[in-house]
């Protein structure tokens, strides 16, 4: 029985370890709106909590958030946020602009920074500015950005983000972009897998997608060699 | 106004019994007693308009000024006394920042007539405050356009297209009443509202014009009037005054 009462404090010491979005999270601007995109795993330690978690939050009819980092303390700064945001409504009797949302935001994380561990990036549209992104990281910066990425997965994707995003682009080629680049980002990152889910917010509305962890399309180190494998080889 | 002898002046923390509260009734005749302040607002900015009388012969012009900026893109003007007028200029100015800071963006021009109306409301809920002797008129443009308010000591807020406070307020509107608003700029404005002072005032004793505007000349922040565009509105009102006086 000993093998299995180090097997139960292994665990144990796992399980007590904190709820975490070991994350890919990105956001991307297009002509006429934004696209966001996330992975679906939470994390605590090596125990997959959660591998269907909806890391997109709404804020406000068109604004949303990209939650990477302490499940709990994102989900306290969206909760707070959208608080704020629905008090403000009530007073302004107009729409809500995405760079309000971004600073009530960075309000809290910069004013809680050695508290949380919080990185996030809000993305929506307004009719003022059209689609934007904000990236908000761990310490309380805000930048406005045309595209961001972010979470333990966005490390392998750099290059390819740099190299593809283009101004621009249409609602299609842009939603094709973050899918593409959140599964490369699965692909590598042990912290990030499951389902990809995206957002794409345009002055008509919020559409929401997913995409099951079986139609992800498969990178290319995914591939075992010369038809070993059922997948289909991409010889473009 | 019969307030006075009957006990329910005394203090804002009780009605009389025909449901009045003369202490924000006697606030009001504070303005009403004051120099005329004239806002209109034209197709392109709102012009602010005060008719400052010259409280001694040693006073240096352009002091104790009556109209204020309060953000890049709002400013008051302000009617009665000016003490407590810069009581509520400064508290629409910490609104201002407060809200930038906060929101990330300017505060509009409604948001910021509704808060100033509701700070100035408060006076008049307790015994031991008093309701400011000072209507200010609020001149803000922002997305959706040019605006002008008036917020009252009872801490009444309401939007017009043009108007006036002060002693001469019922001849300046029912002169207000005859410009084509929609139809004239602000650069047009500033005369229009020179002559309206001008024909107001009670010529026997002097005064200084002071007018501010938020407009596309102004690139729409609050500022005062340029010195030489002033001047000319002056010499334009001085004479369209003795043109009605030959009239006469």
Redesign the interface.
């Known amino acids: 029985m000993d093998h299995l009462r180090a097997y139960a404090d292994a665990l144990e010491r796992e399980l007590s370890q904190e709820v975490s979005l070991g994350t890919t999270i990105m956001a991307a601007t297009f002509d006429g709106g934004v696209v966001l995109g996330a992975d679906s795993r939470t994390s605590t330690g090596n125990y997959i909590a959660n591998r269907v978690t909806d890391k997109l939050t709404q804020l406000t009819d068109r604004v949303y958030v990209c939650r990477s980092g302490s499940a709990a303390d994102t989900q306290a700064i969206s909760s707070y946020v959208q608080f704020y945001l629905h008090q403000h409504q009530m007073e302004l009797n107009d729409e809500i602009l995405v760079k309000t949302a971004a600073s009530l935001a960075t309000k809290l994380v910069y004013s809680n920074k050695e508290a949380l561990q919080a990185g996030l990036i809000v993305a929506g549209y307004d009719s003022r500015e059209g689609g934007q992104v904000f990236a908000l990281p761990l310490g309380g910066t805000l930048v406005k950005v045309p595209f961001s990425i972010g979470g333990s997965g966005s490390a392998y994707i750099y290059g390819f983000c740099d190299k593809n995003w283009r101004p621009g682009m249409s609602e299609e080629d842009c939603q094709a972009f973050v899918v593409k680049a959140v599964g490369l980002a699965l692909a590598r990152d042990g912290s990030s897998g499951g389902c990809i889910r995206t957002v794409v917010i345009t002055k008509d509305g919020v559409r929401r997608s997913f995409l099951p962890n079986d139609k992800i399309p498969p990178a290319y180190g995914n591939l075992s060699f010369q038809g070993t494998t059922a997948m289909p080889v991409d010889t473009a | 106004m019969s307030g006075i002898g009957t006990g329910y002046d005394l203090s804002v923390s009780t009605f009389s019994p025909d449901g009045r509260v003369f202490q924000t009734d006697y606030a009001q005749k504070a303005i009403d007693n004051s120099g005329t302040v004239v806002g209109i607002k034209c197709k392109d900015g709102v012009v602010l308009g005060v008719e400052k009388t010259i409280v001694s012969k040693m006073l240096e012009k352009g002091s104790n000024k009556r109209t204020f900026p309060v953000d890049r893109h709002a400013g008051m003007a302000v009617a009665g006394v000016i003490a407590d007028g810069r009581q509520v200029v400064n508290r629409a100015f910490d609104e201002a920042v407060q809200y930038k800071s ?4 300017s505060i ?1 021009g ?2 910021l007539a ?1 808060r100033v109306a509701s700070f100035v409301h408060v006076f008049n809920l307790y015994w031991y405050a008093r309701p400011f002797g000072t209507s200010v008129l609020l001149a803000a443009y922002d ?2 356009g040019p605006q002008l308010y008036v917020v009252e000591p009872s801490g009444n807020c309401h939007r017009f297209f043009g108007t006036a406070v002060g002693k001469g307020r019922q001849a300046a509107k029912t002169e207000i009443e005859r410009l084509k608003l929609g139809e004239i700029s602000c650069e047009q404005g500033v005369v229009e509202v020179a002559k309206i002072l001008y024909s107001v005032h009670d010529e026997e004793k002097p005064f200084e014009l002071e007018i501010s505007w938020i407009c596309d000349a102004s690139d729409r922040e609050f500022r005062r009037v340029p010195d030489a565009i002033l001047e000319a509105a002056e010499q334009q009102a001085k004479a369209s005054l003795e043109e009605s006086d030959m009239e006469d």
Do not use: T
């Open positions: 906060f929101y990330g963006d509009p409604q948001v509704d997305d959706s």
